[in-house]
Structure formats: structure tokens, C-alpha cells
């Protein structure tokens, strides 16, 4: 049977839609996002759509709206997804997440002789830094270890 | 300029302004650190000295620069005695530490410790060594040493060893930078400088070259910083011989060098300088032990407000 694409993941009334995810990285951004099993609102995803620019992942929170600063954590492992931000079934918003400049407690440092992994009151901090368009690195602040690599798979 | 309250953790949060500042005064400083002067600047001041690990050097010469300067030193004692066995953080130990000195030194083990320390002590931390990460101290030492034996602008300067993990000649190289300088990287493959650094440098206008033979480089250089080669950073100890035989400073290699050529070694060594260059006017390794005395007594001096 053939299935309509847009019946994959269906319009919501009202929340938030994050598109052009990295392929595969819809659970990591609802981890960077820190959504749990104690999250209320009705999530759906949708994982290695088939969009015009490839495969990609697509979130959608309903009656939910993030902070823009929540959302642009979303850059740390996919630098190129869009936000949009939906009202009556429509597109009120659409912007792309924006690389902040530092990051605090969702990030662990994979050095582990860092401070940040011993068991003192501290969360850990990292300077934001842009390699090239599709990559990010993190330099913790405490031990300048530089992480540039499955940053996804460090999240708290 | 005024460094009163400044933390020292790492020398890349100084300007080469500030860097100069701190040098100056130690140049001041040196008649007391040698004994000759009497100067009791920290006269009623109490510096905290808190060792978390062994580091006799670090230790006496900061307790010498306290003492010549007629302050008073608080000691952690044994590791094993203190709080901290009873499980207390870092933290609280800085929080608590801060109402009984007016400046803390601080060695610890943990990468970022010093940072950390910042953030929940009221006085000023002085970076003692923190992991493998910064060691502030020695880096003002040893560009002291290179002013007073050499000089720092535009230098020509050789690092040999074990340039992967030697921190002390990453933030050297940072810190020289900030003069403009040729460098010269010597080391087996296998220790190289990390990429990042050297990219880093050629990227603010230095020019780098890499090599693994001392030879090559001896008659070109004027000052040459070694380092020692630790066995434990090789997997098969014949290669540790192979690289430790390769990078020794021998009388011999020395007669092809500049004569003003100056050798640093944040010490200690075992047997990449021969005993035979101890003698010679080359030889800065144990005047860069002693410049550590007036660096020190000028960081404290500046840190606690003392000298404005």
C-alpha cells in the first residue's frame, strides 16, 4: 500500500517542530533537550525521512514552547536543523538554531582526570567552538580538554 | 597596573603587558631572593600552601619566596591526615581555607582543579600545578630565566623531548608567542608537538620547524629547552632507549653550537644533559631553579596587593 509521505508525522495544532535533524539524532536532541519519560506533552518523531537535502530527523512537541536557548543546544550535534514554531496549524516562526557560545551542565567532559568528573558541587562548562559548517567542538573550561568528536554520546 | 586579587591559573589569561609587569618586579625582586636585601612585603600576610600532591621543588621554592619576604606559611600537612580523607571536596576546602590565609597556593592532582578553586574561594589562587593542565608558575619562570639569560623578543628557541606531553613547553610556546619567536620542535615522532598547537602558532605569524635530531639544530638556535623523555610513554623499552640515546646534550654536540647558546631544563633531569655541561657558560638549568624564587615572591607580592 502506498503511504502518503506528509501521514508519517501529522500536523500539529500548536508547539514547536524541529526539522532537518541530523539523520539519527532525534533522541539525542530530545536528550539534549532534557526530555524524559516525565515529559507531559505529546511528542512524535520522525527518523531517516527522506527530505530534499537527504536523510534527516524530525521533532515535533506539542503545546510545548522551548526557549530559544533550549533549542540552540540543538546546534551542538546538529548545526543545521530549523525550528519552526507552529500556531493554528501554522508556521508562525521558522529560524535556524543559532551555535551559542558556551554550554553548562549537558555536556560531560571526556577527560577523565577533569575536575568535572570528580565528585565536587559543579556542573560542567565548555566554550562553543564552530570547526566548519557541520561540525562543533566543545573546550572544557575547567580542564581545556577539547572535544570534537560523538559529543551525542557525552550528553548527561 | 594593578594584579591585586588576580588569580594565576594559566598564563594564557595574562596579556603580554601584565606578563612583562610580572617579570619587571621579579627582576626587582632578585637582590631580596638572593638574601642580600631585606624586604618583609608580606610582613602579617599567611599563604596557604595546599599540596594535595607530592612536589618538593614547587614547594620550597614557594615557601622560600614566603619566607624572604617575611610571611607566614600554612601547610595542608599529610593528605592522609587531613579532611580531605574524611571525604571533604575541594570546594569546601577552598570556601574554608579562604577565612584562614590571604592567598592559597594550590597542587592537585585533578585537570582544572585551579579553575575550579576560583569559583568558591574569596582569595586569590595561585596555580600550583593542576594535573597535566597548567603549571603557571614554571612558565613565568621560565620566561623569566630566557629575559635574564637571553632575550625574549624575536628568540630562537629549540624545545626537545617529550613535546606531546610536557605541559610546561605548551604554555612556554603559547606565552612566547605573545614575543614573536622561531621555534624549533625536536622530538622521536612519537611525541610530537599536537597539531593543534603548532597550527595555533603558525596561525599567530611563528614560524615552526620539526625535526628529531639536536644535531641539525644546535648551531641555530639560541636557546635550547629540554625536557626529559619519560619511559613509561613507551609501550617497548628498546624504543625508549633508541630516542633516549638520540636526545642528550653532550659536550660534543655542544662545540658545534652558538656561544651565547643557553640551556633551560625544568628539571630534574636523569641523563639528557650530560654532567659534563654543567660546567660550561651554556648551562641556565640551575639559574632557571633559582628564578623561580623571585617569580614567585613577585606573583604573591602582586597578588596579595603588596606591590601596586
Known amino acids: 500500500m502506498r503511504v502518503k509521505r506528509d501521514l508519517k508525522i501529522q500536523a500539529i495544532e500548536c508547539g514547536t517542530v524541529i526539522d532537518h535533524i541530523k539523520a539519527g539524532q532525534a533522541l539525542n536532541v530530545l536528550r539534549i533537550l532534557g526530555i524524559s519519560s516525565d515529559f507531559r506533552a505529546t511528542i512524535s518523531f520522525v527518523m531517516n525521512a527522506s527530505g530534499a537535502r537527504g536523510k534527516k530527523d524530525v521533532v515535533k512537541i506539542e503545546d510545548k514552547n522551548l526557549s530559544i536557548e533550549e533549542l540552540n543546544r540543538i546546534t551542538l550535534i546538529s548545526p543545521k536543523a530549523t525550528i519552526n514554531i507552529i500556531r493554528d496549524f501554522k508556521v508562525v516562526q521558522k529560524n535556524n538554531v543559532v551555535l551559542p557560545s558556551y554550554v553548562e551542565g549537558i555536556v560531560r567532559c571526556t577527560n577523565p582526570n577533569c575536575i568535572s568528573n570528580s565528585s565536587e558541587p559543579i556542573k560542567s562548562k565548555f566554550s562553543v567552538l564552530q570547526e566548519d559548517e557541520e561540525r562543533v567542538a566543545l573546550q572544557c573550561l575547567y580542564c581545556e580538554h577539547i572535544i570534537s568528536e560523538n559529543i551525542a554520546e557525552n550528553l548527561l | ?308
Open chain 2, 1 to 308: 597596573m594593578s594584579l591585586k586579587n588576580r588569580h594565576v591559573i594559566s598564563v594564557k589569561d595574562f596579556s603580554r603587558e601584565e606578563i612583562d609587569y610580572i617579570l619587571d618586579t621579579a627582576e626587582k625582586l632578585e637582590p631580596v631572593a638572593k638574601g642580600e636585601k631585606r624586604l618583609r612585603l608580606l610582613d602579617g600576610k599567611i599563604i596557604a600552601l595546599l599540596f594535595f600532591e607530592p612536589s618538593t621543588r614547587t614547594r620550597l621554592s614557594f615557601e622560600a619566596a614566603v619566607h624572604r619576604l617575611g610571611g607566614q606559611v600554612l601547610h595542608l600537612g599529610s593528605v592522609e591526615a587531613s579532611s580531605v580523607m574524611k571525604g571533604e571536596n575541594l570546594a569546601d576546602t577552598m570556601r574554608v581555607i579562604s577565612n584562614y590565609a590571604d592567598i592559597i597556593v594550590l597542587r592537585h592532582p585533578l585537570d582544572g582543579s585551579a579553575r575550579m578553586a576560583t569559583e568558591f574561594a574569596s582569595v586569590p589562587i595561585i596555580n600550583g600545578g593542576d594535573g597535566s593542565v597548567n603549571h603557571p608558575t614554571q612558565t613565568f619562570l621560565d620566561l623569566f630565566t630566557i629575559r635574564r639569560e637571553s632575550h625574549l623578543e624575536g628568540l630562537k628557541i629549540a624545545m626537545a623531548g617529550d613535546l606531546k606531553y610536557g605541559r610546561t613547553v605548551h604554555s612556554l610556546c603559547h606565552a612566547l608567542s605573545l614575543y614573536g619567536a622561531e621555534m624549533t620542535f625536536v622530538s622521536p615522532p612519537e611525541l610530537r608537538m599536537p597539531s593543534e598547537i603548532v597550527r595555533d602558532l603558525q596561525n599567530n605569524g611563528i614560524s615552526v620547524k620539526e625535526t628529531d635530531s639536536l644535531e641539525e639544530i644546535i648551531g641555530d638556535v639560541e636557546v635550547l629547552y629540554m625536557t626529559r623523555v619519560q619511559k613509561e610513554r613507551f609501550l617497548d623499552p628498546a624504543e625508549y632507549e633508541k630516542v633516549k640515546n638520540k636526545l642528550k646534550i653532550t659536550g660534543d654536540l655542544l662545540s658545534t653550537a652558538d656561544p651565547n647558546l643557553k640551556i633551560l631544563h625544568p628539571l630534574p633531569r636523569v641523563d639528557e644533559i650530560f654532567p659534563e655541561v654543567d660546567s660550561t657558560p651554556h648551562a641556565s638549568y640551575f639559574k632557571q631553579a633559582f628564578y623561580g624564587i623571585p617569580i614567585r615572591m613577585a606573583l604573591l607580592a602582586l597578588a596579595t596587593g603588596v606591590i601596586e
